[in-house]
């Protein structure tokens, strides 16, 4: 995710499809694209990777949990992982840092999947079972 490519590298020579949209990171021609392949592709998971420990507002977390799951089929899954930051606050380029665990987000993830179960430093939810 974000401007690099690694993940989508080393997912590729797994043959694992990895699409990277990110509004923060991406231009809006390489979202549109991403965007493009998502409509024609579908995905079976989804992966938010340190993302939700950076957008500070409950209701925005909530609105992305549930636009990603509007992209998965019924038998999908989610994937979230957190980066706990020392301190929560603003950050010098203008991000935000919840520096919370990755266990304070199972609630949230949950009110939108329903089952979410946590795997050491993952959080997997399920689309089919609200």
Request: hydrophobic share 45%; glycine share 6%.
């Amino acid at each position: 995710g974000g401007p690099w490519e690694s993940a989508t590298e080393f997912l590729a020579a797994r043959g694992v499809r990895n699409i990277v949209w990110d509004p923060y990171a991406r231009s809006p021609r390489e979202n549109a694209v991403a965007l493009a392949e998502l409509m024609a592709n579908p995905p079976l998971t989804a992966t938010l990777a340190n993302v939700l420990n950076v957008i500070r507002d409950l209701k925005e977390r909530l609105a992305l949990l549930a636009w990603v799951r509007e992209w998965l089929p019924s038998e999908g899954a989610l994937f979230v992982t957190v980066w706990q930051a020392l301190r929560a606050g603003q950050r010098p380029r203008g991000t935000w840092q919840e520096a919370r665990p990755l266990s304070s987000f199972q609630s949230e993830v949950q009110r939108v999947y329903g089952r979410v179960e946590r795997r050491e430093r993952l959080l997997i939810a399920w689309k089919g079972e609200r």
